[in-house]
Antibody, heavy 117, light 111 residues
Framework: EVQLVESGGGLVQPGGSLRLSCAASGFTFSSYSMNWVRQAPGKGLEWVSYIGWITTTIYYADSVKGRFTISRDNAKNSLYLQMNDLRVEDRAVYYC??????????WGQGTMVTVSS | QSALTQPPSASGSPGQSVTISCAGT?????????VSWYQQHPGKAPKLMIYEVIKRPSGVPDRFSGSKSGNTASLTVSGLQAEDEADYYCSSYAGSNNPWVFGGGTKLTVL
């Protein structure tokens, strides 16, 4: 059974940093591209970042470019999102999602990030 | 403002059919056959319902179908059931500069 479990969310002040993790199981993690997608409270989905199964291909949404860094450790079956210079508008539930055929076929349960002073 | 445009709400009675539209541009929906649809119940993670415009993942009922014409994609839910009441989001691949865009979501109500 495919499982994605996010962790690392919490409350941080504006300008602060957080590192999100996503632990994958039930599939060959190293063979799949992965994404982070976020959802602000009461709002729609927003794609944040993509990393290919080989890490040479990485993309970011304009809203996070230069502040967020996506990475993965295939030996640990884990996906990460380092978030720096956090802003109030980054407040959201962050989901990791597996990428298949340009769609997100499995999602984790999400981890909440709150940016507030 | 979302990159893809969906109606904020849609509704239908049990057994009826409802279609949700997703309007994009020639740079996303119109350019690629990589439109996907997601169902999200309150407090839950999204679930993939349709990918590559018309394909259903294993386990998704065939009551759900997708289509595309020009820059607009559509999701049709036939034989509406109470459990279909949820938010639905479309997404499209849009090229390497801004790979994925989502619609603002449509709240489907089963009357």
């Amino acid at each position: 059974e495919v499982q994605l479990v996010e962790s690392g969310g919490g409350l941080v002040q504006p300008g602060g940093s957080l590192r999100l993790s996503c632990a994958a199981s039930g599939f060959t993690f190293s063979s799949y591209s992965m994404n982070w997608v976020r959802q602000a409270p009461g709002k729609g989905l927003e794609w944040v970042s993509y990393i290919g199964w080989i890490t040479t291909t990485i993309y970011y949404a304009d809203s996070v470019k230069g502040r967020f860094t996506i990475s993965r450790d295939n030996a640990k079956n884990s996906l990460y999102l380092q978030m720096n210079d956090l802003r109030v508008e980054d407040r959201a539930v962050y989901y990791c999602a597996r990428d298949v055929n340009y769609a997100f076929d499995f999602w984790g349960q999400g981890t909440m990030v709150t940016v507030s002073s | 403002q979302s990159a893809l445009t969906q109606p904020p709400s849609a509704s239908g009675s049990p057994g009826q059919s409802v279609t949700i539209s997703c309007a994009g541009t020639s740079s996303d929906v119109g350019a690629y056959n990589y439109v996907s649809w997601y169902q999200q119940h309150p407090g839950k993670a999204p679930k993939l319902m349709i990918y590559e415009v018309i394909k259903r993942p294993s386990g998704v009922p065939d009551r759900f179908s997708g289509s595309k014409s020009g820059n607009t994609a559509s999701l049709t839910v036939s034989g509406l059931q109470a459990e279909d009441e949820a938010d639905y989001y479309c997404s499209s691949y849009a090229g390497s500069n801004n790979p994925w865009v989502f619609g603002g979501g449509t709240k489907l109500t089963v009357l």
